[in-house]
């Protein structure tokens, strides 16, 4: 991905008062291996997490930039002490919190409910269908339902907002065909 060196600049001025391109030419490279963008302004859209996936078909899942992060995520450890990793995630995660300022500045922030992490929970976990109903119900009652966009516990906050306006019944199918 790419990172230009006006960002390392902004976000390392100490290393730059005292070093050339070739002390931080590593840091550099690896801002530009990871398999997400570290100088990310926007948030994401479905589209970009999980690109022509379809639902049924073995291993597509696999190819999705979701998993891909994910994947990293988990090989490089929850808590790592990595410096060059934690910078990445840093950096990263800087430009969605900007992102998610400009998000709020025209929603009522009040109305929007997150929920993030459960990347392991099932579609057959009954929580997993107790989420779908309760997003269901908060979107029905205008709340903004927001996630990290993974699978589990994020992914059945999404069907739930989707089924929002739809019959209890067609809701509970949906939940079964999963």
């Known amino acids: 991905m790419l990172c ?3 960002i390392i600049r902004n ?3 100490f290393m730059i008062r005292k070093a050339n391109y070739s002390d931080i030419a590593p840091i550099v490279e690896y801002l530009k291996s990871v ?3 570290v100088s990310r302004t926007q948030l994401y859209s479905a589209q970009e997490l999980y690109g022509d996936f379809t639902s ?3 291993g597509q899942l696999d190819n999705c930039l979701d998993t891909q992060v994910y994947r990293h995520y988990l090989s490089k450890g929850k808590q790592t002490n ?3 990793e934690s910078m990445a995630r840093t950096l990263h995660d800087h430009g969605v919190y900007v992102a998610l300022g400009e998000f709020f500045r025209s929603h009522n922030y009040l109305k929007c409910i997150g929920v993030m992490g459960g990347h392991a929970m099932l579609r057959t976990d009954a929580k997993f269908r107790q989420i779908v109903f309760l997003t269901k119900q908060l979107t029905e009652q205008g709340f903004c339902m927001l996630s ?3 699978p589990g516990a994020m992914e059945a906050t999404h069907l739930g907002a989707w089924m929002a306006g739809r019959i209890d019944t067609i809701c509970h199918a949906y939940s079964q065909i999963l």
Request: glycine share 22%; aromatic share 12%.
């Open 11 to 13: 976000v390392l001025p």
């Open 56 to 58: 049924g078909e073995p």
């Open 4 to 6: 230009s060196f006006t």
């Open 35 to 37: 398999p997400f963008d």
């Open 82 to 84: 990595d410096i060059k």
């Open 148 to 150: 990290g966009g993974g």
